[in-house]
C-alpha cells in the first residue's frame, strides 16, 4: 500500500530565507503532485513531476523528483509572506490511478 | 465559469439524517475523483469514477457511503445516517485521467460538513 510522508509537517520561516520541505513514498509511482491549500480553501496544483531526474521551477518554488530514492523536493527560496500556505506533496499509484496525499506542510513566512 | 463545482459549500445536518453532495467536474474531464479531508490533514482517497464506471472505492468508504456518476459528467456521493465522525470537508476533483499521463486533478471548493 502506498504510503506518503513529509516533513517537516510544521515550518516556521523567515522572510527571505531558503529552505526545503522533503516528501518520501513507499512503493514505485510515475507522477508526483505538489499543491497548496491556502486556509479554508481548496487545493491548487503548483507542479507534476512525471520523470526521474525531473525539476520544474515557478517563481520562488523549485520542485524535483528522484524515483529512485522515492523522494521529492520542494525548495523555497527567498520566502516571502505570500507563500505562507499547507503545502501536499501526492503520489499516483501504478496500478490505480488514484492519488494519494502526504500530511502536509503548514508554511509560515513571518517578516 | 469552467472549474469543478461543487454543492452545497456548507452543510449542518444532525446525526442520523441522510445527506447528498453533488460534483460537476470540468466538462471534457473522464475522471473524477472524491475525497475526504479533516482539519490538519491530507485528503483521503474515497472513490473515483472513469466516465460512468466507478473503479475503485477506499475501505474508508463504509456502507453508508455511496456515490453515483450516472451518465459520466456530475457526481453524486450520499452519506446515509449521519456519524459525527462524517464530519469534514468532502473534496471532488476531476482530470483527463490517462488520455495525458501525468495531468493533474482540479479540485473544487469543497463541501464542509458538520454534522451535530
Known amino acids: 500500500e502506498l504510503k506518503v510522508e513529509q516533513n517537516p509537517l510544521f515550518l516556521s520561516m523567515q522572510e527571505g530565507k531558503n529552505y526545503t520541505i522533503y516528501c518520501n513514498y513507499s512503493?514505485?509511482?510515475?507522477?508526483l503532485y505538489w499543491y497548496r491549500q491556502d486556509p479554508g480553501k481548496s487545493l491548487e496544483s503548483l507542479f507534476v513531476l512525471l520523470s526521474n531526474g525531473a525539476v520544474k521551477q515557478e517563481g520562488r518554488l523549485m520542485a524535483s523528483l528522484d524515483t529512485k530514492a522515492r523522494l521529492s523536493t520542494l525548495h523555497i527560496t527567498a520566502a516571502v509572506h505570500d507563500l505562507s500556505a499547507t503545502y501536499f506533496c501526492?503520489?499516483?499509484?501504478?496500478?490505480?490511478?488514484?492519488?494519494?496525499f502526504g500530511p502536509g506542510t503548514s508554511l509560515s513566512v513571518i517578516p | 465559469d469552467t472549474g469543478v463545482s461543487q454543492n452545497p459549500r456548507h452543510k449542518i445536518t444532525k446525526r442520523g439524517q441522510n445527506v447528498t453532495f453533488r460534483c460537476d467536474p470540468i466538462?471534457?474531464?473522464?475522471?473524477l475523483y472524491w475525497y475526504r479531508q479533516t482539519l490538519g490533514q491530507g485528503p483521503e482517497f474515497l472513490t473515483y469514477f472513469q466516465n460512468e464506471a466507478q473503479l475503485e472505492k477506499s475501505r474508508l468508504l463504509s456502507d453508508r457511503f455511496s456515490a453515483e456518476r450516472p451518465k459520466g459528467s456530475f457526481s453524486t456521493l450520499e452519506i446515509q445516517r449521519t456519524e459525527q465522525g462524517d464530519s469534514a470537508m468532502y473534496l471532488c476533483?476531476?482530470?483527463?485521467?490517462?488520455?495525458?499521463?501525468?495531468?493533474?486533478?482540479?479540485f473544487g471548493q469543497g463541501t464542509r460538513l458538520t454534522v451535530v
Open positions: 501526492a503520489v499516483g499509484e501504478t496500478s490505480y490511478d488514484k492519488v494519494i
Open positions: 466538462s471534457e474531464h473522464n475522471r
Open positions: 476533483a476531476s482530470s483527463l485521467g490517462r488520455q495525458l499521463v501525468g495531468t493533474e486533478a482540479f
Open positions: 512503493t514505485t509511482s510515475d507522477r
